[in-house]
T-cell receptor
Framework: GAGVSQSPRYKVAKRGQDVALRCDPISGHVSLFWYQQALGQGPEFLTYFQNEAQLDKSGLPSDRFFAERPEGSVSTLKIQRTQQEDSAVYLC?????????????FGDGTRLSIL | AQRVTQPEKLLSVFKGAPVELKCNYSYSGSPELFWYVQYSRQRLQLLLRHISRESIKGFTADLNKGETSFHLKKPFAQEEDSAMYYCALQRGSGGSNYKLTFGKGTLLTVNP
């Protein structure tokens, strides 16, 4: 399929460990988004890329969170020194271009559990 | 800042009954509104958006700017409609008009 692909699907880490989550957007999609979805909540915006440029990182909860998209395609969300409150589903979405009214296509997400 | 409220966490109806999932928003400008759906063990997917004014799988939603609402309706619910439904908002223009603001979702169960 040509949808957004995320890996791993599940990640368990001990508190204090670093984790890296990968997102492979739909080919040709310029815009890429990361969202965090806590249990019982809707997705919340973390960060936005247009090609390789990170245009908005206002939703990142702390400086332990870092995202990159060096070649304008695959993106990695890294969380350093994980804490229990980082446990959530991390969703990646892509759209053809940025701006309003552009449908965002979501991946299956990575379910992160911090012990 | 914008906010989306879905007052019902759970909604249960019988097959063939009408269903309405409520969504209210707060935003001072002109918003773009969406409904996303997540079926069991599937990814989040776009159901419909207000600007298209279309009916998808029998669902419709009308943007009511006076009441700041975007309720999702279907006259005759089907069992396959059982899913989690999220209402989402984007700014219509201006800065940050790319990010989606989601409600907390409503879990719809259609009983046989």
């Amino acid at each position: 399929g040509a949808g957004v692909s995320q890996s791993p699907r599940y990640k368990v880490a001990k508190r204090g460990q670093d984790v890296a989550l990968r997102c492979d957007p739909i080919s040709g999609h310029v815009s890429l988004f990361w969202y965090q979805q806590a249990l019982g909540q809707g997705p919340e915006f973390l960060t936005y890329f247009q090609n390789e440029a990170q245009l908005d990182k206002s939703g990142l909860p702390s400086d332990r969170f870092f995202a990159e998209r060096p070649e304008g395609s695959v993106s990695t969300l890294k969380i350093q020194r994980t804490q229990q409150e980082d446990s959530a589903v991390y969703l990646c979405a892509s759209s053809l271009v940025g701006g309003s009214n552009q449908p965002q296509h979501f991946g299956d997400g990575t379910r992160l559990s911090i012990l | 800042a914008q906010r989306v409220t879905q007052p019902e966490k759970l909604l249960s109806v019988f097959k063939g009954a009408p269903v309405e999932l409520k969504c209210n928003y707060s935003y001072s400008g002109s918003p773009e509104l969406f409904w996303y759906v997540q079926y069991s063990r599937q990814r989040l997917q776009l159901l419909l958006r207000h600007i298209s004014r279309e009916s998808i799988k029998g669902f419709t939603a009308d943007l009511n700017k006076g009441e700041t609402s975007f309720h999702l309706k279907k006259p005759f619910a089907q069992e396959e409609d059982s899913a989690m439904y999220y209402c989402a908002l984007q700014r219509g223009s201006g800065g940050s008009n790319y990010k989606l603001t989601f409600g907390k979702g409503t879990l719809l169960t259609v009983n046989p």
